[in-house]
């Protein structure tokens, strides 16, 4: 199995700057592209960046401009900066990997989720 743990949340002021880490580890061939998606209560979970192996990024328009993916492939993990912060930005922060766990074999995981709270 995999497992990706997130650190790194918590309560900041409006303007302000957090940094999510996610590590995954466990049966672990390959991570073709790890991201950061986000979630309040009663909807969806929505992307809100993602970098492949290979290093391509992709944002969410939200965010663009004031957060940015990162990845170190040796060490499996992913970290997301996330300056000026707006209250509109607090949710639930969810690490995803895609992972190549051998045999061709590519499964979603996900870690259990971070809180993120910016206050006005």
């Known amino acids: 199995q995999v497992q990706l743990v997130e650190s790194g949340g918590g309560l900041v002021q409006a303007g302000g700057s957090l940094r999510l880490s996610c590590a995954a580890s466990g049966s672990i061939f390959s991570i073709r592209a790890m991201g950061w998606y986000r979630q309040a209560p009663g909807k969806q979970r929505e992307l809100v960046a993602t970098?492949?192996?290979?290093?391509?990024?992709d944002y969410d328009d939200s965010v663009k401009g004031r957060f940015t993916i990162s990845r170190d492939n040796l060490k499996n993990t992913v970290a997301l900066q996330m300056n000026s912060l707006k209250p509109e930005d607090t949710d639930i922060y969810y690490c995803?990997?895609?992972?190549?766990?051998?045999?061709?074999?590519?499964?979603?995981?996900w870690g259990q989720g971070t809180q993120v709270t910016v206050s006005s």
């Open positions: 970098i492949t192996f290979v290093g391509s990024t």
């Open positions: 995803n990997g895609v992972v190549d766990i051998g045999w061709g074999r590519i499964n979603d995981f």
